[in-house]
């Protein structure tokens, strides 16, 4: 496992949970990213697609009590056996583009 792909993967989970999480959320997950107790990866890739974000086609729809329900496909999730945390890429506005 490279030392650079585990930098990358706890600062994108970091960075979205300091921008969008909630206090619980990140008063659970940031130390345990930041002491290395985690292990986080992010899910971006889909089949036909790969890594062109712009086109990505799973869906995320937010559900009555506050969770979100995704609808998609994803591939190449590298840590995939080993994570602790996933962070996801999905539209939630699919009829907008980009």
Do not use: C
């Not at 002491?35 to 086109?55: C, I, K, M, R």
């Not at 869906?59 to 080993?82: C, F, M, V």
Request: proline share 5%.
């Amino acid at each position: 496992m490279g030392v650079g792909s585990l930098g990358t993967r706890a600062e994108i989970a970091a960075e979205l949970i300091v921008g969008g999480g909630t206090e619980a959320q990140k008063a659970e997950w940031l130390p345990r990213i930041a002491s290395g107790e985690v292990l986080p990866t992010a899910v971006f890739t889909e089949p036909n697609y790969g890594s062109d974000l712009a086109s990505i086609r799973t869906r995320g729809e937010r559900q009555p009590d506050g969770s979100w329900k995704l609808y998609g496909q994803k591939t190449w999730i590298t840590h995939a056996t080993r994570t602790d945390l996933m962070t996801v890429l999905a539209r939630t506005l699919p009829d907008e583009k980009g």
